[in-house]
Each structure stands twice: as structure tokens, then as C-alpha cells.
């Protein structure tokens, strides 16, 4: 089993495709490129951590797509999932999720990425839709209540799509962000992840 991160597909969201420039002629486009590179890359028995924005404006077209996307699906909600607690009355919409596909829905998580060569060590990481401070495009930061509180954990996250793929947060902090904008419009291994964030920390 090979677990898997990725953030920000925005199935069904046609103006995303504009925003950031993404190859793809229309929505119906980009919703089955996503599924068909998701699937080239995921078998059935991996595990998948989805970090947020998975899909907007027609979410029930979105959700029924979980069913057609390999591997076990772990949501870590963003702020245009509608079960996220930055929509209102979110909470009432995580069984909808957990139907649709997902196995678990929740705000953040903590995970351990295995170690990456004879001898390395494994690395407790942070997931979080948000980086510890930054946004896509708007200055005024709209979500800072549901950030973690930078303390030095390396952090994976999605939300700024095209601004960065890895960034030091304003205390030092390794974030990597695996939006399929910045990696290929495919969700990417632990093991890559792992070594990216190795590759970006200060010596």
C-alpha cells in the first residue's frame, strides 16, 4: 500500500480553469483528466489524504466521481468543501461526504511519513487545507481560525494552488503544498513529500 496526498481539484469548477491556467478545454475536461490521471497513478488498495477543496458548484456531479477514484479516500476538509466549518451549517454535510466516498472527514490531522533511506528517519507531519499563514490570491486572510499554530512541524497543505509548491512559513517552518496544480494535476507519494521536505529544510 502506498499512501497518496493531493488538494484542490475543484471537480466541477469551470472558472478554476482560467485562474490557473490549467491544459484542459472545459469542465467536463478537467473533471475526467483529473479522474484519469488520479487512476494512473492510485491503486485500489492505496490510501489517499485529500486536502481540501475537492469540488464546487454542482458537489453532487463531484462526490459521485469518489466512487470512480482508486483507493481509500481520507478528506481533510477546505474552505469550499460544503461540509467544511467555514460554510454554514457545514457539520451537517460530513455524512453526505462519508456516503459519497470519503472514510473520514475532519479539519486537520497528524501523520507519519515512513523514512525515505536505510538509516533515515520517519517524520511526524501536520495536515491542514491552509498553510500556517498565506492566501491564493485575497490579502486580507480570511481563514486564520482554522490554521494550526505554527510550533516547527513540518506542514502539508493545499489552498494557494499555483503560488508556491514549498515555502518557509514566516517562522522557518517546512510547508509543502501538494495541489494538483503544482504537481501534475496527480496526487503525490508520501515518499516524495518526505523528500521535498528534506530538500527544503535549512541545513
Not at 81 to 107: H, M, N, W
Not at 164 to 186: A, E, H, Y
Request: some cysteine; proline content about 4%.
Amino acid at each position: 500500500m502506498t499512501t497518496y496526498f493531493t488538494s484542490d481539484q475543484h471537480f466541477g469548477h469551470a472558472n478554476i480553469i482560467r485562474y490557473c491556467d490549467r491544459p484542459f478545454e472545459g469542465v467536463d475536461d478537467m473533471d475526467e483528466g483529473l479522474i484519469a490521471r488520479w487512476n494512473e497513478t492510485v491503486d485500489v488498495d492505496d490510501e489517499v489524504w485529500v486536502l481540501g477543496d475537492y469540488s464546487l458548484h454542482d458537489r453532487d456531479k463531484g462526490l459521485s466521481y469518489l466512487r470512480r477514484l482508486n483507493g481509500t479516500k481520507y478528506l481533510v476538509v477546505g474552505n469550499h468543501d460544503r461540509c467544511s466549518p467555514s460554510q454554514t451549517d457545514g457539520s451537517l454535510y460530513v455524512p453526505k461526504y462519508i456516503e459519497a466516498g470519503f472514510t473520514t472527514v475532519v479539519t486537520q490531522a497528524e501523520v507519519v511519513l515512513p523514512a525515505v533511506q536505510s538509516g533515515g528517519e520517519d517524520l511526524q507531519v501536520l495536515l491542514s487545507h491552509y498553510p500556517y499563514a498565506g492566501e491564493s490570491h485575497a490579502k486580507q486572510d480570511r481563514h486564520q481560525r482554522f490554521r494550526y499554530r505554527d510550533l516547527g512541524h513540518p506542514l502539508i497543505c493545499g489552498h494557494v494552488h499555483t503560488e508556491w509548491k514549498t515555502q518557509l512559513s514566516p517562522r522557518g517552518t517546512v510547508q509543502v503544498n501538494v495541489g494538483v496544480d503544482q504537481w501534475d494535476f496527480r496526487p503525490v507519494t508520501a515518499e516524495q513529500v518526505h523528500r521535498t521536505i528534506l530538500a527544503a529544510t535549512p541545513a
